[in-house]
């Protein structure tokens, strides 16, 4: 059993910044990245950030410049700081495990996502 829980969001100004973090428990043997993913009234869900255990990332290209994605080596939380914030990335927010609670068993776990609305 893995839960993921993230807390940060809220309403902000166009152009403004917000900090979203993502805990991670239970059993957790290994984890091979961590993401933020996100998802709009009537739109697919989108991979925003992601960062894997060797400390590569990958963004969105709409978000690349102003979103960063971190985590300290060894902790089981990730963050993505969100600056110069656009109505375009109102969505709830997802945050995304992927990683293994035992030696064999393999996840893909989810949080239960956090709001995050842009609008003057």
């Known amino acids: 059993q893995v839960d993921l829980v993230e807390s940060g969001g809220g309403l902000v100004q166009p152009g403004g910044s917000l900090s979203l973090s993502c805990a991670a428990s239970g059993s957790i043997f290994r984890i091979v990245a961590m993401s933020w993913y996100r998802q709009a009234p009537g739109k697919e869900r989108e991979l925003v950030a992601s960062r894997n255990s060797g400390g590569g990332v990958d963004y969105l290209d709409s978000v690349k410049g102003r979103f960063t994605i971190s985590r300290i080596s060894g902790d089981k939380t990730v963050y993505l700081q969100m600056n110069s914030l656009k109505p375009e990335d109102t969505a709830v927010y997802y945050c995304?495990?992927?990683?293994?609670?035992?030696?064999?068993?393999?996840?893909?776990?989810w949080g239960p996502g956090t709001q995050v609305t842009v609008s003057s």
């Open positions: 995304n495990m992927r990683g293994y609670e035992s030696p064999l068993n393999w996840g893909d776990y």
